[in-house]
């Protein structure tokens, strides 16, 4: 069994483990992040879509050598999604082969619900008190999930336990590291928010998402990372439906490579907008003149930075 490596002692050193994994965190992210792992407190992160929120999970997964369970909200989502469900086919099974004769009816029934007949889902599995190591649970789009959803997660994030009626409360011997997303498409409740560390997860300056494109796309020369993240930039100080974040920027440089672009040019940049943009109004916008204003700026302004 793989040994867990220890938690980071300093904000420095969370840091430049995150950036080991290719994580470039700004300081207040950093800080946070170990706050959040050396106090045992949920992390509740909010921003605008592809700002790097989920990614933070993954990357402590892989960072601390633990396990990464990820329930995934949506509307509708209840408690027999995310946390357990009865398996009411195999106990209807055992009922009528105890309504045969072939098992012992008085065992059965002192059985029924116990362990053996739950499934467990996302959060009961996060917090399993049999689990030899604890694990990264990532509640991913918080705000998706509709708000009596909410009332339930306060017991998980309070004492990192579940009650289940039939069965009595499971608590974890080890509480998961949690790490809780919302794209705030609607306003999650003051009580689950009290109960974790915020931080809102802004798009990076181009310093910082240029090192961020260099890391994860390590084969694209600098001139051509220089003008994605330029345009890039510029293209979100535009009002449109729906701004590209940093994994648009990495899917556009990466989408460049793939093309054997070695800098941007008015007609690459129009082929290539719905690597960027992800509504038809917006890439309409953005076709023909528009794009080539936009980018005509950014080179001028990469030729005098020279």
Request: charged share 25%; proline share 7%.
């Amino acid at each position: 069994m793989p040994v867990m490596p220890p938690l980071p002692g300093s904000i420095d050193e969370t840091q430049a483990r995150l950036l080991d994994h290719d994580y470039v965190a700004e300081r207040a992210l950093a800080t946070v992040v170990h706050l959040a792992l050396r106090l045992g407190r949920p992390l509740f992160l909010e921003g605008e879509p592809g700002t790097g929120k989920t990614e933070i999970a993954r990357t402590l997964s892989q960072m601390l050598k633990r396990p990464l369970i990820r329930l995934q909200c949506y509307e509708g989502l209840d408690l027999a999604g995310a946390a357990y469900e009865w398996n009411y086919g195999r106990q209807m099974l055992e009922i009528r082969l105890a309504e045969g004769g072939t098992h012992d009816r008085e065992r059965l029934a002192a059985e029924l619900f116990s362990p053996r007949f739950l499934i467990p889902r996302a959060l009961l599995q996060a917090i399993d008190p049999l689990r030899a190591e604890p694990p990264v649970l990532l509640i991913d789009e918080l705000d998706r999930a509709d708000e009596p959803f909410e009332a339930f997660l306060l017991e998980v994030l309070s004492e990192f336990q579940i009650t289940i009626p039939e069965l009595g409360t499971i608590r974890a011997t080890q509480p998961p590291i949690v790490v809780i997303t919302s794209n705030r498409t609607r306003e999650i409740h003051d009580a689950v928010k009290r109960r974790c560390l915020y931080h809102w997860v802004d798009f990076p300056d181009a310093e910082r998402e240029l090192e961020i494109v260099q890391r994860r796309v390590p084969d694209i020369c600098a001139e051509l990372a220089g003008q994605v993240v330029a345009f890039v930039q510029r293209l979100r100080g535009i009002e449109l439906y729906k701004l590209p974040g940093v994994a648009e920027t990495i899917d556009w440089a990466r989408a460049l490579l793939e093309l054997d672009a070695l800098v941007l040019d008015p007609l690459v940049v129009q082929h290539t907008l719905g690597v960027l943009l992800k509504y038809q109004d917006d890439i309409a916008r953005m076709q023909g003149s528009e794009a080539a204003r936009l980018l005509e700026q950014v080179q001028r302004e990469l030729r005098t930075a020279r």
